[in-house]
């Protein structure tokens, strides 16, 4: 069970949250141009790194923000926790994760 | 090899046991191979040995990074099964549940494959309507399945608590359904692989791919480059990376499966047991011990490790449902890592790299697939292209939208 | 004498009071203070067990939570407790224990004669057999399975409750010997919130067997003072009788607490059994121990030979004397206390000592106490089957790998070994620390920490096995733990001076010669007792190829006991490295996996059990339905109506009375379970055109909509109707079981996706219950109740008003999933019952029917209404749903919409819902019921769809269904084939999915 | 049309709890404080219009800190998130307080909704109340961490509740959802009974 800092109520059981998965996915808003590829890799395809990875939980038994977590899949380290729209949690000498559609912009 | 037979048994108890032959070589790699398959799991073995066996591809290296059937072959709850809902699936899964029925004797190992039956149990509307099309999906395809009332399901489980907090209202029985000896049968394949020339190479890890327009030409290893023209990779857990080396993503993530064992009792559960509503499955293993699992951690991890809610989320429907196991104890848990599809069917699949394969995506229920999924994947890798039972198993459908949607039409975890 | 080895004095025990027990239905006593273990011991009972493969005959080997031997079954009846180890059964009045695995009975089990073919049954034996014929292996297996568990397990409910807390603390302490109590009583002087865990009922850990002094006094003095010093401590808690048994991520630790455990059954009043702790602690300090290694030599797991500590243990916390005549076989100078111990009470005392010339302190004192010691030899075969009578002994070759010389016969009644002592990781390996093989213990111990969990092993946990090493490095462990968490300590305790002897090394031979060469001697040498695993199984193993750690394991089972090999791990490794020619390190050892010792299932499901297990949500109408007789339905955790049975009905005309009534005249049904989400803000119709297919934008304030919502792949998952309360405020309901899903969406999206939506949303599920009244004189049976003008014109289909019903404020929604003339009244929940009688009392002069959530699925079904999860499953866009009309072809974007356009979702063909009329109006096809173009009774057959919803319609005269058939659109007036499981095939017709009132003129009336 | 007419009887308004006698052990009691009116108000806790105006119509500024509880002339408000409030009220004056912040807001993208039904509150008060509170909340209580006017949405066991500390007592009070309350009940009754003698 981990300790999850959440970035508005503080640091809470594993249990009061629910997962949701990769964070930084940005919905693509011109859809209709993107090929059946292009759009199933937005739907379908994670990094699912082995290390670092920047991820969505959401505190549902708590305030009900969704936010961001630095984890690292493999030492099981959290590295830090983020509101939606701030910056990502900067994790010294972590490995460079390539973020979905390539250039990473925030969600 | 030498033949496993009552009389070997004979011979070598007279000799104390002190000439068995080693039950597979551990030679040095060759420079090159024909096919070279990634991941010495039950998959990757059995792959090894159908090449061998169906197609006479018989210069092959299985590449382990550490000791074989280390990953989930070893980490699983033994169930085989393969009443899955979906037409594709079910061919898939019950070709495999074919295999499981002659195993032992093909292999001339003993993996203690147990037909004791399966049960799936439906604690309310929704449950008797989902069996209800499951069990004549499968029915249709010639599968056995059956329905069972709650008098039935109280007959074949004693020590059920019917009338727990969603009272068992039927269930769905596949009689050829069951357990089989996990480590057995990568032992068995490993085995039956090296007899006819397969090289098994444990402690050999795989640290990059050279490829040539487009082509893959071999692995870069722990112990130096090794060729081949055909690669398969069988890495559950571990998809994810190689898929990086080779330069693509796949649509998979990888999350804890965590299982335990209680200590060693008489039978008490002569079947497998498994519940959606109540998430948690049972079995009783051939040394005595309850075997039980549940539903996956919520989160990506390659830890091997899961979190001790997930098990008092197993537990407590374990108790709920067999009142009589509150006081025997839970001697040991531990997790593998599960690579999961969205639609919770598996991908084998040709690579944008030419000449690689990849077989993975089992999710929760490799294990029960290990022969069907070798069978296929042999036959994949012989002809270099996909088998019509492989083809809707393509990456591609995660594109077109031709899901294999096991996980959407509720079929069960594990 | 009752008790033949109880020593007159000494010990832990009060002799004041005598404890009766039975083991396998004779009588014996002990006295509080002892174990199971200690009181049959006492009484000289030696054979305690049978083991689990060969059957031979087993006693106690230990003192504590190692034991491999010594296992029986607790209590009776409901409260059977099998597997359970004497030695960790604090003895009560009127205990029962059973032993196991042995039949007629312990002394005489027929299946000992599996021992003698014991040849045939090597390691991995049923691997290569029981294969011929094929047929034959499920019998094989039945033989098998029941031969191989040891005990039957209870079969009626444990009586029994099991509590868990959670915990939070600075520093949690792992054991309270000399180190632990050191680190508390260190931690707890700076303040700091402590928790001290031991497995014992009272404190001291090794002080207990060893009667060392501390600080000039006696040890266990020291213990004394330092618990009554913890006492004192507010923010210090010590749990006796608490093992922890898991060390999972982030210093979570659960253990357990055996709350009355030592007490007789139902003696405990209100306490629960036991205690399943979740500590989150910031810091941890293991101070574990050690374990004793045994020496692995010809028979040495016949009853009577045990582990010197434990022998110790028994002498001194006890007072029991083990046997009248000992030998002690030892590698090391710690043994020797052993013998010393048992001089002084007047046993026969030899000590077999494997090195050549043992002069440490200790051995020096057993040779000036007189006791004869044989060195540099070694113990090679154990007389006497069912209790020890004797041991030959041989001096060992130079190398440690032969023997030489003649046999001596030494007389004893329990043999006493020590192999050293291998440090109790476990709790810091499942914490991710890393292990180093230490050569001169012979053991693998704490080399570096997981920063994750950040813990201090101390004392013998971390191979300092020195009373003054274990108080210095309690004491460093509890400073440093506590200052870690930002506390320090004003007066920290001092160190105090602890009596410590030096030791020479031991002499490392992880094997010892036996009398028969190669594997028919070596398969009496035993490595796990608890799995039978032999010598000579390691080395087959090896031979055979399982030669990594975990196929070593695997393959013999060694470590895979209840145990999971705490004397028999790095024994096992040894052996292998041997085998194999390699160093032990490189062998590597196994996983330690969490439980530490096992926990039972109870205490890990807690009071979430019973009446507890979950939650079952009633509405505020429930009292009602349950005083009517409604038989329920379990949807989600909801209970819900199913029907409304009236004495003598069954279901199914129950369910036909319904549907009719609620045609004819008015039916009333509790739909408070629908999932109800306020949304305000000036973006709000901006988000309900994303989440929705259709169009929001122009709906007028006071009119409702219905509306399906699409997860990104597609797919239908969600349905449901909104309504427009004002200018920027509507009111969205879900289904029931979707409820809390689709509030998540919409707080997914907003806050992810489209943080400047100024949207706000807020589940109001339950602050309204809702009572539907369907029918054609729903309208005149509410008007006699409300304040609302009901005239059509104003207050039209699919428009909410708001008002008063039954004098109760209200919003009435005019909305229907019948068909019918329907209106949803909404109150406040606490007037849900009050409304309902309302409703009730003036309906019955309209013959109002209650009904349940069966004839809702009727009646929605001849209407056509798709219910989402029961005819679409997660595979259904709303063009496969025939609702097409529901998909906005304006709307640049919404959840979905692209995905309806891929190649696949475009694909003609696809399943498609349909309506199906069987050709015998009588036939119900069964839900679920797969379809085929053509079939043939009891032939497998190409299933072209299934039946998704199927009733005995009484409104349209005939049984009707709902199916998803591949093309099915196109296939109107084609002739299906429906066959099902009793062999039976149905034939059916295509056609559309409103099988009443088409027009739907009903509902607008 | 049918003329309306009086219902047959006055209608009662009705807890999930009602009726329920108070549960006492050694050192901790579970008893049913008076029914309050609830209202959620939702606003940005950085829109200062938004603030302003619930603290005028309030009297007492909405507690801005997560995690903590403010008291006002007209009810007691418990923070739930950085957009989100409870304030109970007398339940008499409910609906005119809601009127009034309704009022307030306009113009503001603010909302106020009536949740008076929706929950139930529960209150455990006594020197054991941690303890019954651990056998199922995972939160830290102690008095460093967790203090009067400290609240919390968090679980006892599988409910979601809203916790406040009402006093030293310790006395807390349990807001659960309406399906969740008799559960939640049964399950802290059951949690005490280990203090009890009988």
Not at chain 3, 926 to 945: H, L, S, T, W, Y
Request: charged share 20%.
């Amino acid at each position: 069970m981990l300790p999850i800092r959440c970035p508005w109520c503080g640091e809470r059981e594993q249990t009061e949250f629910s997962y949701g998965g990769e964070a930084h996915i940005v919905r693509p808003t011109d859809s209709a141009d993107l090929t059946d590829a292009e759009w199933g890799d937005y739907v379908f395809f994670r990094t699912n790194p082995r290390g670092l990875h920047y991820e969505r939980w959401f505190h549902a038994f708590g305030c009900r923000r969704w936010f961001n977590m630095a984890r690292d899949t493999v030492s099981g380290a959290i590295h830090g926790t983020y509101r939606p729209g701030e910056p990502r949690t900067d994790v010294p000498d972590a490995p460079r994760v390539p973020v979905a559609g390539g250039d990473g912009g925030e969600g | 090899m030498k033949r496993y037979s009552i009389f070997s048994l004979v011979r070598n108890a007279l000799s104390y046991h002190e000439n068995w032959p080693k039950a597979w070589r551990s030679p040095d790699p060759k420079p090159a191979y024909d096919v070279i398959i990634i991941g010495g799991g039950g998959h990757g073995l059995a792959t090894a040995y159908y090449l061998a066996k169906e197609h006479g591809i018989t210069n092959v290296a299985v590449l382990e990074k550490s000791w074989i059937g280390g990953g989930n072959t070893g980490r699983n709850t033994t169930i085989v099964r393969s009443n899955y809902l979906m037409p594709e699936s079910l061919a898939l899964y019950d070709h495999a549940l074919k295999l499981w029925e002659d195993l032992s004797q093909d292999l001339n190992y003993n993996v203690m494959f147990s037909p004791r039956g399966l049960l799936h149990l439906a604690h309310n509307v929704h449950d008797m309507q989902e069996i209800g099309r499951r069990g004549h999906a499968i029915n249709a395809a010639g599968v056995d399945s059956e329905f069972v009332t709650r008098e039935q399901v109280k007959a074949m489980v004693p020590i059920i608590n019917l009338d727990c907090r969603y009272p068992v209202m039927g269930g769905l029985l596949q009689k050829r359904g069951g357990v089989a000896r996990h480590d057995a049968v990568a032992w068995g394949y490993a085995r039956g692989a090296d007899a006819r020339g397969v090289d098994i190479i444990q402690n050999c890890a795989v640290t990059g791919f050279r490829m040539d327009g487009g082509r893959v030409q071999g692995v870069e290893t722990t112990r130096g480059f090794i060729a081949a023209p055909r690669i398969g990779v069988v890495v559950a857990g571990n998809s994810g990376a190689l898929a990086a080396m080779a330069g693509f993503r796949l649509p998979i993530e990888t999350t804890p499966l965590q299982a335990m064992v209680s200590e060693p009792l008489k039978p008490i559960i002569d079947c497998v047991v498994m519940s959606n509503t109540i998430h948690a499955y049972i079995s009783q293993s051939d040394k005595g011990e309850l075997v039980i699992g549940g539903s996956s951690d919520p989160y990506n991890s390659y830890a091997q490790r899961g979190s001790f809610d997930q098990i008092e989320h197993v537990v407590g429907p374990i108790v709920e449902l067999y009142p009589a196991l509150s006081r025997i104890r839970l001697m040991r848990h531990w997790a593998g890592i599960t690579d999961i599809t969205v639609d919770r069917s598996p991908i084998m699949s040709k690579t944008p790299v030419e000449g690689l394969f990849i077989n993975c995506g089992w999710g929760t229920g490799g294990f029960k697939a290990t022969p069907g999924s070798g069978h296929v994947f042999a036959h994949c890798l012989a002809l270099g292209d996909l088998t019509p039972m492989a083809a809707p198993f393509t990456m591609d459908r995660f594109h077109t939208g031709a899901l294999i949607d096991e996980g959407a039409a509720a079929a069960v975890a594990h | 004498m009752a008790q033949p080895l109880r020593l007159a004095a000494g010990g832990r025990v009060d002799r004041g009071r005598t404890l009766r027990f039975t083991f396998d239905g004779r009588t014996y006593t002990g006295h509080p203070g002892d174990t199971l273990a200690s009181a049959l011991l006492a009484n000289g009972v030696r054979l305690l067990g049978r083991s689990y493969k060969y059957h031979r005959p087993r006693g106690l080997y230990s003192a504590g939570a190692e034991e491999p031997s010594a296992l029986v079954t607790l209590g009776a009846g409901a409260r059977a407790e099998p597997n359970t180890r004497a030695t960790q059964v604090e003895l009560f009045d009127g205990l029962v224990a059973r032993s196991q695995n042995a039949w007629p009975a312990l002394g005489f089990d027929v299946s000992a004669v599996i021992g003698a073919f014991s040849r045939f049954l090597p390691a991995g034996f049923y691997y290569k057999t029981f294969m011929w014929p094929k047929s034959l292996w499920m019998t094989y297996e039945k033989v098998i399975r029941d031969a191989a568990g040891p005990v039957h397990g209870p079969r009626q409910a444990d009586p029994d409750r099991y509590e868990q807390r959670y915990a939070h603390c600075d520093v949690l302490v792992v054991g309270a010997g000399p180190a632990g109590l050191m680190a508390a009583l260190a931690a707890g002087r700076t303040g700091a919130r402590v928790i001290l865990a031991d497995d014992q009922p009272e404190a001291g850990g090794g002080l207990l067997t060893d009667p060392a002094g501390i600080g000039g006094g006696a040890g266990l003095d020291w213990v004394r003072a330092t618990v009554a010093a913890l006492a004192d401590m507010p923010e210090v808690t010590v749990l006796p009788r608490t093992t922890v048994v898991g060390y999972h991520d982030y210093n979570y630790l659960g253990a357990l607490e055996r709350v009355t455990d030592h007490l007789p059954p139902d003696a405990g009043g209100n306490a629960p059994r036991q205690r399943l702790w979740k500590i989150r602690a910031k810091q941890v300090v293991l101070a574990t121990g050690a374990i004793e290694r045994p020496l692995v030599f010809a028979d040495n797991d016949r009853p009577g030979v045990m582990l010197a500590g434990a022998a110790r243990t028994y002498m001194n916390r006890f007072g029991v004397l083990p046997g009248r005549e000992m030998v002690v076989f030892t590698n090391n100078d710690g043994a020797y206390a052993t013998a010393l111990d048992a001089a002084s009470h007047g046993a026969r005392v030899q000590v077999v000592d494997l090195r050549p010339d043992p002069r440490g302190p200790l051995p020096e004192a057993a040779r000036e106490a007189g006791i004869p010691i044989h060195a540099g030899a070694t113990v090679c075969g154990v007389a006497g089957s069912k209790a020890v009578t004797g041991v030959r002994v041989r001096a060992l070759s130079d190398d440690g790998k032969g023997l030489a010389g003649p046999a001596k016969s030494l007389p004893c009644s329990v043999l006493a070994m020590s192999g050293g002592w291998t440090p109790t990781v476990h709790l810091f390996s499942q914490a991710r620390g890393k292990l180093a093989f230490s050569a001169d213990l012979g053991a693998f111990v704490p080399a570096a920490g997981d920063p994750l969990n950040p813990n201090r092993p101390a004392g013998a946990c971390n191979g300092s096995l020195g009373l003054d090493a274990c108080l210095r490095e309690g004491r460093e462990a509890g400073l440093a733990a506590a200052h870690d968490t930002g506390h320090v300590a004003d007066h920290p305790p001092d160190l105090p001076l602890a009596d410590s002897l030096p030791q020479e090394p031991p002499r490392l031979l992880w094997t010892l010669p036996a009398e028969k060469a190669g594997t028919a001697g070596e398969k009496t040498q035993f490595v796990d007792l608890m799995g039978d695993v032999t010598v000579a199984d390691v080395r087959l193993a090896e031979r055979e190829g399982y030669a990594s750690v975990e196929h070593l394991k695997r393959y013999t089972a060694t470590g895979m006991g209840t145990d999971q090999g705490k004397t028999s791990n790095i024994n096992a490794m040894a052996i292998m490295a041997d085998a194999r020619g390699v160093t032990i390190p490189e062998v590597g050892h196994t996983t330690f996996r969490p439980n530490y010792v096992p926990v039972a299932f109870g205490a890990v499901a807690g009071r979430s059990v019973g009446d507890l297990f979950q939650q079952a949500r009633p509405t505020a109408m429930h009292e009602w339905h349950v005083a009517q007789g409604a038989v329920f339905e379990d949807v989600g955790d909801w209970k819900r109506p199913w029907y409304f049975p009236r004495p003598g009905e069954t279901m199914h005309d129950a369910v036909q009375r319904e549907c009719k009534a609620v045609r004819t005249s008015v039916g009333i049904v509790d739909a408070s379970t629908l999932g109800k989400i306020d949304i305000q803000g000036p973006d709000a119709a901006d988000l309900l055109n994303m989440v929705y297919t259709n169009a929001w934008s122009k709906l007028g304030i006071g009119r409702c909509r219905y509306g399906v919502m699409l997860n990104e792949h597609g797919m239908i998952f969600d349905d449901g109707v909104t309504t427009r309360l004002g200018e920027h405020h509507y009111h969205m309901t879900t289904t029931t079981g979707g409820a809390a899903r689709v509030m998540s969406w919409l707080e997914e999206w907003l806050q992810t996706e489209w943080p400047d939506m100024r949207v706000f949303c807020t589940s109001v599920t339950e602050q309204w219950a809702v009572a539907a009244l369907n029918g054609p004189r729903s309208r005149e049976l509410l008007a006699g109740l409300t304040d609302i003008d009901l005239d059509p014109e104003t207050f039209p289909f699919m428009a909410m008003k708001e008002g008063t019903v039954a004098g109760i404020p209200a919003r009435v929604y005019r909305i229907s999933f019948t068909g019918e003339m329907a209106y949803e009244v909404n109150v406040p929940a606490g007037y849900g019952l009050a409304l309902w009688q309302a409703l009730m009392d003036r309906g019955a002069a309209f013959d109002i029917c209650p009904y349940g959530t069966e004839t809702m699925h009727v009646l929605r079904a001849e209407k056509g209404f798709i219910i989402a999860g029961q005819d679409t499953d997660g595979t259904v866009t709303p063009h496969d749903a025939a609702m097409d009309w529901i998909v906005s072809k304006k709307k640049a974007d919404f959840i979905g919409r692209r995905s309806l356009f891929r190649a696949d979702t475009m694909r003609p063909g696809r399943m498609q819902l349909v309506g199906l009329l069987t050709e015998d109006p009588a036939v119900v096809l069964p839900e679920g019921a797969q379809v085929a173009e053509r079939a043939q009774a009891g032939q497998a057959f190409a299933a072209i769809g299934h039946v998704t919803s199927s009733y005995m319609s009484p409104n349209v005269g005939r049984s009707i269904a709902l199916a998803m058939v591949a093309d099915g659109f196109n296939r109107t007036g084609q002739t299906l084939s429906v066959p099902t499981l009793d062999g039976r095939v149905h034939r059916a017709v295509v056609g559309g999915t409103v099988f009443f009132d088409p027009e739907g003129e009903r509902a607008r009336g | 049309m049918a003329e309306q007419q009086a219902p047959i009887t006055a209608p009662i308004r009705r807890g999930p709890l009602d009726g329920r006698a108070p549960v006492t052990a050694d050192g901790v009691s579970l008893t049913l404080p008076a029914f309050a009116g609830k209202l959620v108000l939702r606003g940005g806790s950085d829109d200062g219009a938004f603030t302003a105006a619930a603290a005028k119509v309030l009297g007492a500024g909405l507690p801005l800190a997560p995690n903590t509880a403010a008291r006002g002339p007209r009810g007691l408000a418990l923070w739930l998130g950085p957009t989100e409030w409870m304030v109970h009220v007398d339940a008499d004056t409910c609906d005119a307080l809601a009127a009034e912040l309704t009022a307030a807001f306009a113009g503001l993208h603010a909302a106020v909704v009536d949740v008076s039904d929706y929950y139930a509150v529960m209150r455990l008060g006594g020197p054991r109340a941690r303890d019954v509170l651990a056998k199922g909340c995972p939160l830290d209580l102690h008095p460093d961490r967790f203090d009067v006017d400290h609240c919390a949405q968090t679980r006892f066991v599988a409910s979601a509740i809203l916790l406040h500390q009402v006093d030293v007592g310790p006395t807390y009070d349990i807001q659960v959802r309406w399906s969740f309350a008799d559960f939640l009940w049964t399950y802290l009754a059951d949690a005490m009974r280990e203090f009890t003698s009988r």
